[in-house]
Each structure stands twice: as C-alpha cells, then as structure tokens.
C-alpha cells in the first residue's frame, strides 16, 4: 500500500525533532487516528525522531462480575492492540517500525512519557466530542492537553497534509505567541497564518466606531507586536485580524469561514486545578472544531532547545570561575540573538525577552549577582539588563563543534535560560 505522506504538502519550517526530543504519536489503531500518524510522521520528518504509542486500557475492576479478568483475557486483549497497531501503520504509512504499547491510562501515560523524553510534541486524533463521550470520559485529545506540558496536535479525521491556513487564537500570552510560532513551524510553505484577537462583547466596546475604538488601536498595535516577534518565511503570509464576542464562539466561526485546517491556542495554566480546567475556551473549540487544533500549555512557554547533537556538550562552569568564564562567554556571542526566559516553579515558565542581541554577561563578586544585557550594538539607548541573585550553578550547553546553544542558570528553586536563535 502507497504511504500518504507527499514531499509538497510537507510542513515548511519543521519542529526540529530529535532522537532526544521526539514527536510522539499517541494511536488507539482506529481510523479516527489514521490522520495522527500521518501528520506526526510530516512533523518528525524521519523514523528517529519519532515514537509511536498505544496505551492499553486498564480493565476496570467491577466485584459483582461473574468473570475475573485473566493473564489470558489481557493477553488477548495485548495481541489484538498490536495487530490492529500494525494494520494502521499498513493503511497510512505503506510501512511498519517499531512502536509500544502500555498499559494504563492513554492520556496519563503518553503525558508522563512525554514528560519523561523531552517530547518535541505529542500528536493524536481529534476523535469524536459528543455529549456521549464526556459522559464516558472519552474525549482523550482534551486529556491529552489537559495533562501534557508540552504542546499536544490533535489532528482531524482525513487530514493528510501540513496546514495550509491556521488561524491562531491570540491573548497577548506567552502561551499564545509560542502558539502562533509552533503554528509557524508545523504549516506547509505558502500558508497563510490568521493573528486573531477577540475583544471583548463589553457595552463600553459595543460600539467599534465609539469607545471602543481606542480598544481596537491598541489591540491592532499589540497584534503587530506579536507579528513582529514571529520569525516568518517569505513565503508565508500573516494576516491580523479583530474579533468581538464569545472567544470560542468568534474563532470557530472565523475558522470556517477561511476554511482552516488549524486552530492554534495557548492554554493557562499553574496549578492542578487550572492545568484540569484549561479554559473554557480551548476546552470549546476542542470540542466544536471540524479542523485540527493545537494547545501549547503553560509549561511549554518555555524554549526547549532543540539540536541534532546527541547527546549535547554541557559545561557546568566552577564557581570561582563565574567571572571569568562569563567574560568569555560574552566574548563568543555578543551580537548573537536569543530568548531569555525564567523557570519559576512558583510562576511557571515565562518569556522575558524575545529576539533580543546579547550584549553581555556578568558576574558581580561582591554582590553574588549575574547581570545579563540585551540590546543592539550601539545602539543610544539604554540596553535591557536582568539581574539575577542567589544562583546555585551555571551551565553552558553546546554543540560538538563548540558553538555555544544556550546557557542556563539555577537561581534558588528556579531557572533563567538564554537560548540562542542560530
């Protein structure tokens, strides 16, 4: 059987997975995921960098049954998942390689695996929403997005290309601007990506030509603020748009009527409570969008770096040594562009500055405090400095040709990472 996977309906730009950080597929073997195995093949690009799973339900346990549930039921059981595994990979791939299968609860165990290898992303089937399947708790790509703390791509039943039009649901979060970059990086060339901002259905906003003009200046500056901190390829097109109403209700609507093939949104979250609940909105578009839909959660605000090095150099620098070792460092990556970003357990992960030039970075003996500065090369006017005290250590990860990737440093229970762009 011919795979579906065609070198022109690739993704454009790529999510740079690895063998160290892979695009995990999460199948049940149903034709509801055929369409997961396809996209998530497009994504990780080659056989290494990807992991395929199946997760074999756990029985539940009912004591009236008249039938125990035995070694031979659940081997059984086993065998069936593997073959009907196998078929799927016939149908949609042409070809098979090897995947496992765990047992469990889907959604928690992909989600701790993920968590466990550093996915990239974990790609699943949309599958079906009705009011049935919440009742019987089987809306598995909303648990998926729900647990994972990384981005989770629940793909559309007889989707077999990368998006082509995506429209990204934008608040002006962090969560929100890694949205429309992973968006970025999973649509086809050509694409053309929707910034779109919904305004809230306030009486003082009611009226667009009145008071809530000034609103909509301000959203629209903010939207090219977001534009403008997006790394777009020539060949993909960005469009801004402004909405008003129900969220959930404005971006489904707006999807259709561009004919998307994905919503891409960021999910809020810090604690158990709000990871569970993910916003009523992502929680509606899940459940009503025809198209594909991507969740970047909170936890992955933050840059993973992503190298072809297996494993990466990572240098822990002495701590007598901090000053001087800071000094060089500055020496080999001024001018170099990054983002720096803070791992607070406390605050979560949250970006501090984007596509910024390091101008340097110190360490002050007398007051135990790394300086870092950000800024352009001559620029007039005053760089941007962030201040970090009580570090424990720091560590500069780099590739085997020596070239700095990015250089962490553990402040009390939290982390500040400086991750380059090239």
């Known amino acids: 059987m011919a795979t579906l996977i065609s070198p022109s309906i690739s993704p454009g730009f790529g999510v740079r997975a690895s063998r160290s950080s892979p695009v995990i597929i999460a199948t049940d073997g149903r034709l509801q995921s055929d369409s997961a195995l396809v996209l998530g ?29 035995t070694a031979e039921i659940e081997s059984g059981r086993r065998e069936a998942t593997r073959l009907a595994t196998i078929e799927q990979m016939t149908r949609t791939w042409g070809e098979g390689q090897q995947f496992e299968i765990r ?4 959604a928690a165990e992909v989600s701790r695996l993920a968590h466990e290898v550093g996915a990239t992303m974990i790609v699943c089937g949309l599958g079906r929403h009705r009011v ?5 708790a089987d809306e598995t790509a909303l648990r998926f997005m729900r647990l994972a703390d990384v981005p989770v791509l629940a793909v559309a039943n007889g989707m077999h290309h990368a998006p082509r039009r995506v429209v990204v649901a934008v608040d002006f979060s962090e969560t929100s601007l890694r949205a429309a970059r992973l968006a970025l990086e999973v649509a086809s060339s050509n694409a053309t990506i929707y910034l779109a901002h919904v305004a809230p259905r306030d009486s003082a906003l009611s009226d667009w030509d009145g008071w809530g003009k000034s609103y909509k200046r301000d959203a629209g500056d903010a939207l090219q603020k977001v534009r403008e901190q997006l790394r777009v390829p020539r060949d993909v097109v960005v469009q801004k748009v402004q909405l008003q109403g129900d969220p959930a209700t404005e971006l489904l609507a707006f999807a259709t009527s561009v004919n998307a093939d994905l919503i891409a949104t960021g999910s809020h979250g810090h604690g158990f409570v709000a990871r569970m609940l993910i916003g009523s909105t992502t929680t509606r578009i899940v459940r009503c969008s025809t198209c594909s839909v991507l969740t970047v959660p909170h936890a992955a605000a933050m840059t993973r770096v992503r190298t072809t090095v297996e494993p990466p150099v990572v240098t822990a620098l002495p701590h007598a040594d901090w000053a001087t070792e800071l000094d060089a460092f500055t020496r ?3 001018g170099r562009r990054g983002t720096l970003e803070v791992d607070d357990p406390e605050i979560g992960a949250q970006a501090q500055e984007f ?5 340097g970075a110190a360490f002050d003996v007398h007051d135990q405090r790394v300086e870092m500065m950000f800024g352009e090369p001559g620029a007039t006017n005053r760089p941007l400095t962030r201040g970090i005290s009580g570090v ?4 500069v990860l780099s590739d085997e040709q020596g070239r700095d990737l990015a250089i962490r440093i553990a402040h009390g229970t939290g982390q500040t990472l400086l991750t380059f762009a090239t």
């Open 392 to 395: 424990t250590s720091i560590d």
């Open 41 to 69: 093949r497009l994504l990780a690009e080659s056989s290494d960098a990807l992991r395929l799973v199946t997760v074999l339900k756990t029985m539940p346990i009912i004591p009236e049954a008249a039938l125990p549930v």
């Open 103 to 106: 047992n469990g609860d889907p």
């Open 332 to 334: 080999r990556n001024i």
């Open 132 to 136: 049935t399947d919440r009742v019987f």
């Open 355 to 359: 596509d910024y030039p390091l101008l």
